[in-house]
């Protein structure tokens, strides 16, 4: 449903509402993204964010720097953005340090009606 990420919308009225920029944007795997971004995050604090095959709007942070309760906090604004929508919002955390971050096993999904 957004191979090419999110609406520019949906992501300018997220930015707005937790008063922090994002990076990414755009179809990966967990492993992948962090990989990816993981250092950017770390170096701005700004949120990952990412989607699946599934429409899924996935938020990735390091648990350490950014906190479970803040990133759970941002899903939260995620759904009820997309509220409507159809899909879910899962929050993503990840640990380790630059070169070898990796999931770590702690997640929250947080689903919501389509229509």
């Known amino acids: 449903m957004y191979p090419r990420g999110f609406p520019k919308k949906v992501i300018e009225e997220f930015e707005k509402q937790i008063g922090a920029k994002i990076i990414g944007n755009c179809s990966a795997s967990g492993t992948e993204i962090i990989k990816r971004f993981g250092s950017e995050h770390l170096k701005t604090g700004c949120p990952i964010i990412y989607t699946s095959a599934y429409s899924v709007f996935q938020i990735a942070v390091h648990e350490e720097t950014f906190g479970l309760d803040r990133l759970y906090k941002i899903c939260e604004i995620a759904r009820n ?35």
């Open 81 to 115: 953005i997309l509220c409507g929508g159809g899909g879910r919002v899962t929050a993503r955390p990840f640990i380790g340090t630059d070169g070898s971050y990796q999931k770590d096993g702690k997640h929250e999904r947080l689903f919501f009606n389509s229509g």
